[in-house]
């Protein structure tokens, strides 16, 4: 049996013969099988025969697979000067590269990062952000709740609410996340991401709140950014404003809302008015990133298109 594993020339014979030796009708397995009946010397010799005939078939096998893979690389080669395949390589989504820019410049701002649940209860939604229930946030129309008093988070001021409450003032901090509202055209979709910032401390201006503004924007955008801002209302700052950018053509760009924070909102989180004063700023990222990378459309951002992410360079 040593001498025929020896003479085997390829792969199929050896499988052949092993087949026939240890294969269910298997010379050896036939052997096997009278283990019983033999004395423990005969038993010890029979092992050992097993055991040695495995073994030359597991060198037959590497030798045979050894020699095969050196005849075929006799035979082929490779031509190190061809241009590589191209790669299919991943990357990240515009959406996440525009919050990480915009989270670094908050970050070198001296704003610390904070986030908060979706899915928030009414006082840190509404109540606690001086929002009274006949004002028309709380519309059904407008949010998505629950039946148990729950709602969809409808803007990232709640986690500024959690942050307040838990470190009280001084406080500098930023929060991002998404938020739901029944909307969805060319500009909204009923999932949007913000960031809002919020400085707390005494002594606080609404000037020190436009020149944030106007930094943020500038660094974001590489350049230098003109900014005005217009009187508005929020329930959870006083006053309050809306702020607009100037883009190319000489266009006003609404941006976003802002204001100083309402002392109501101050009075919930434990803060005293008399002695702390703050601003709060928010805006939609995806607003920025389709200015910045020059889109018209939101939608696609959320299509998961990878054609469409392609073509406009991501």
């Known amino acids: ?165 838990k470190l009280g003032a001084p406080i500098k901090m930023f929060g991002i996340g998404s938020t739901y509202r029944k909307e969805m055209d060319a500009t909204h979709s009923p999932m949007f991401h913000q960031i809002e910032g919020l400085y707390v401390d005494k002594n606080v201006t609404m000037s020190d709140l436009i020149g944030t503004l106007r930094a943020l924007l500038s660094k974001f955008f590489e350049k230098e950014i003109e900014i005005r801002i217009r009187p508005s209302y929020f329930p959870f700052t006083e006053p309050s404003v809306e702020f607009d950018m100037k883009w190319e053509g000489g266009k006003w760009l609404e941006m976003g809302g802002a204001g100083m924070v309402h002392p109501n909102v101050l009075r919930n989180c434990k803060i005293d008015p008399e002695k702390y004063q703050g601003f709060a700023f928010g805006f939609g990222w995806d607003r920025l990133a389709m200015l910045k990378y020059g889109l018209t459309d939101l939608r696609p951002f959320y299509d998961g298109d990878v054609r469409w992410l392609k073509n406009n360079g991501f």
């Open 1 to 165: 049996m040593k001498d025929d594993i020896q003479k085997v020339d390829s792969l199929e014979k050896l499988q052949e013969l092993y087949t026939a030796t240890f294969g269910k009708n298997g010379t050896m397995t036939a052997k096997l099988k009278t283990m019983a009946t033999l004395s423990n010397e005969e038993r010890a010799v029979l092992n050992n025969e097993n055991t040695e005939l495995r073994q030359l078939f597991k060198q037959k096998q590497t030798e045979l697979e050894n020699a095969a893979l050196n005849a075929k690389l006799a035979t082929e080669a490779v031509d190190v000067t061809l241009d590589v395949e191209p790669e299919n390589k991943g990357t990240l989504h515009p959406l996440t590269w525009a919050l990480k820019e915009i989270a670094a410049i908050l970050e070198s701002f001296g704003y610390t990062l904070w986030t908060g649940p979706e899915v928030e209860d009414d006082w840190h939604n509404f109540t606690a952000l001086n929002t009274p229930e006949y004002h028309p946030a709380r519309d059904m129309q407008d949010s998505f709740f629950f039946e148990n008093g729950n709602v969809m988070r409808t803007q990232t001021s709640s986690i500024q609410i959690r942050a307040m409450e």
